[in-house]
């Protein structure tokens, strides 16, 4: 027996080429030349013997650019009140809300307020459960591995997300304040129950592919839908509590005196606390270089209510994007921000800036690429959402500096980012701005018809 198994493994190592024989594969005298490249001088070895015990950004720090970057500027939304979205991807919801709290607390006197972020994002995974469903259903016919079928079934729900996730979930369910249902330790560690509930859910569109292929008509399949839903609800029930249908909210002034004794739903207090024009006058503004400038773009699938909308968007140059937010800045209009926030970030300092660490001269290679290489080969994206509050505008109008404030707690410059004109330039990507502060010609574009890009485009990238 021993034999014929090893006559058998020398037949096939006949077919196969030896290691390093095949075509475009390392071969001895590749690797001989390669490895003779390493010179290994003292200056390798200090190198070496650093990295063996502190990591790259540590050592890659340039010392000069040590200095904190100046804080002051010319034009900041008053604001208060940091929040902190912890071990979870909600940065997109907690973004979308402090630009709507800005305005209420401006209004009303609030000293201290928050929206609730956790009965939102109820609603959202709930949501993001009825579209996933739906959609395997409406792509039933389809073969497993049609690549819209696959999206489906890699992405069945998540935590992050993007401003017209805020929108059609504000517009639809309302919104309470963060008394009426706090935080829980699931919906600031939202890890293990979306591993879950991921999991619950492709075993739910398998069942309802299964069913169609069986010859279940789609009455059948809705009605399995809701009960898969239901399951979906009492999980969400279990993990972030039950959201309030009423209640009763106590306002208080600066010095903590009760002003009213409030009794809402949650469409109620939208109605008095969230009655912002931001969401019924905004376009949202894109700097993707990779795609052509002054056209619409609308991402199939990038939505988080089933009948709600995609995120559409027009593509523009970076300097007219800048003029937008200005206007608005001056105005005292915060704006819902989001750009790939890992890039150059000295967590420390809270500030982002290309200065800020020489890779280049640690390990001895070079970074060449611009935003829309970068883009295509999806080296960069945009990752995380930010509320921008203030710029600052030099005498001959151009910018050096802007600041958002984040979701990160106090951590940073007192919870906030500090970024340079050039970093801006580099890794911001998404703007939403109010009507009001847009050229009229931009807004004209917004008559064309979208053109419809597929979910698994790089510019899908949920906000976290």
């Known amino acids: ?268 207090f939208r109605d008095k606390y969230a009655a912002n024009e931001l969401f019924d006058g905004y376009v949202m503004l894109m700097n993707d270089p990779s795609r052509e400038y002054g056209k619409i773009y609308d991402i199939d699938y990038d939505r988080h209510v089933y009948e709600g909308h995609n995120w559409l968007y027009v593509n523009l140059p970076i300097e007219d994007i800048k003029k937008m937010a200005i206007a608005s800045i001056k105005a005292g209009d915060a704006m819902y921000f989001s750009c790939d926030v890992g890039k150059f970030l000295d967590r420390t300092k809270g500030t982002l800036d290309l200065a800020n660490f020489d890779y280049s001269s640690l390990l001895g290679i070079d970074f060449t690429m611009d935003k829309r290489e970068r883009i295509i080969t999806h080296a960069s994206g945009s990752s995380h959402a930010m509320t921008l509050v203030a710029v600052n505008v030099l005498e001959d109008g151009s910018t050096d500096k802007w600041m958002v404030e984040n979701s990160w707690g106090m951590t940073g410059y007192k919870g906030h980012l500090i970024m340079t004109d050039e970093w801006f330039d580099e890794y911001m990507f998404r703007l939403v701005v109010k009507t009001k502060y847009v050229p009229s010609d931009i807004l004209g574009m917004f008559r064309q018809k979208p053109v419809l890009l597929p979910a698994w485009d790089p510019m899908f990238m949920p906000e976290e």
């Open 1 to 268: 027996m021993m034999k014929r198994i090893v006559i058998a493994a020398l037949a096939l190592a006949s077919l196969v080429p030896a290691f390093g024989q095949e075509k475009g594969a390392i071969t001895p005298d590749m690797l001989s030349r390669i490895s003779a490249k390493y010179e290994g001088t003292a200056s390798d070895k200090a190198i070496k013997n650093a990295l063996a015990g502190t990591s790259i950004a540590t050592l890659a720090i340039n010392s000069e650019n040590a200095a904190m970057i100046d804080t002051h500027f010319t034009d900041q939304v008053k604001s208060k009140g940091i929040t902190d979205q912890k071990s979870s991807g909600r940065c997109w919801l907690f973004t979308g809300l402090n630009v709507l709290r800005a305005k209420s607390m401006e209004e009303f006197e609030l000293p201290e307020f928050q929206f609730s972020q956790n009965y939102c994002f109820f609603y959202d995974q709930l949501e993001k459960a009825n579209l996933f469903l739906q959609g395997v259903i409406d792509t039933r016919k389809m073969p497993m591995d049609e690549r819209k079928v696959d999206h489906l079934f890699a992405n069945p729900v998540s935590d992050g997300g993007t401003f017209t996730g805020v929108v059609d979930l504000v517009n639809k369910y309302g919104v309470v304040p963060s008394e009426a249902m706090p935080e829980t330790f699931c919906s600031n560690n939202t890890s293990q129950m979306a591993m879950l509930l991921g999991r619950k859910l492709r075993e739910d569109g398998l069942r309802l592919r299964g069913a169609a292929a069986d010859g279940a008509n789609e009455k059948t399949l809705a009605a399995m839908k809701e009960e898969q839903l239901a399951e979906i609800y009492r999980v969400l029930c279990l993990c972030l509590g039950v959201p309030p249908q009423e209640f009763t909210w106590t306002r208080c002034d600066k010095d903590g005196k009760i002003v009213a004794m409030e009794k809402h739903t949650p469409i109620s």
